[in-house]
């Protein structure tokens, strides 16, 4: 049996700012309907062009979505440098500083 997709992993881990799951892996037979989480966002992709933004504590129903993108909406600390985002990118950046 394929592993469920743990909703709570983006509530109790610090380190993550947002994760996306398919929606087989969010419901099932007698899960039809679930939560936005507190202090979160998400972005439910349907059969239609454009994503639905839901708040936190808003339904998500099963039959109107494809997969669900959830986003931490509360302020967190992000470390990082310059260098080591250059080094990550696929193509070449321009910068200057005045």
Known sequence: ??????L???TLDPNLVGCIAPADEL???FTRELLVPPACVALAYGN???PVLLASNRPIEAGNAREILFVRSVPFQLDFTLEDCLR???FPLMRSFA
């Open 1 to 6: 049996m394929p592993e469920r997709f743990d």
């Open 8 to 10: 709570n992993k983006l």
């Open 27 to 29: 419901f099932g037979f």
């Open 48 to 50: 239609g062009h454009q």
């Open 88 to 90: 990550a990118m696929d």
